[in-house]
């Protein structure tokens, strides 16, 4: 169980890496004159590739954790609002990895997931704070 805690924080330091990473890259983008250097757009897909391994990460222990240490049980409204926020946290993490994936090198991101990325940095914050309220 310890093992999964550790995978599970693991996969929480990813995702936040991943999520910050690109947002770094994007207000460099932004900030460019001209057209962005190819060497920072090229971190697009390493940040997007990131950010989904620590989402999944997150999903696969987290559920893990629950079915072992919970039995799968309803837990509170705050548990199942957490698994909202989280599911919106991988919609857009499947989301910008099938994007960034799709596009053209040097083009930018949807104007959809320009507005959806902290978004969901905002559903992280409530995620990890109904965490600390359902399981603190």
Do not use: C, N
Request: glycine share 12%; charged share 10%.
């Amino acid at each position: 169980m310890t093992f999964v805690k550790i995978l599970h924080f693991f996969g929480l330091m990813l995702g936040a890496a991943g999520g910050l990473g690109g947002m770094m890259v994007a207000i460099q983008a932004k900030r460019a004159e001209g057209a962005p250097a190819p060497a920072l757009l090229a971190l697009r897909p390493r940040f997007s590739t990131i950010t989904l391994a620590g989402v999944l990460l997150l999903w696969l222990t987290g559920l893990w954790l629950w079915l072992v240490g919970y039995d799968g049980a309803f837990l509170s409204g705050a548990f199942i609002a957490k698994l909202v926020a989280a599911a919106f946290i991988l919609a857009v993490a499947v989301a910008g990895f099938l994007a960034i994936r799709r596009a053209k090198p040097g083009s930018p991101p949807p104007a959809l997931l320009q507005k959806l990325g902290p978004l969901a940095g905002l559903a992280s914050y409530l995620a990890v704070a109904l965490a600390v309220y359902v399981f603190g």
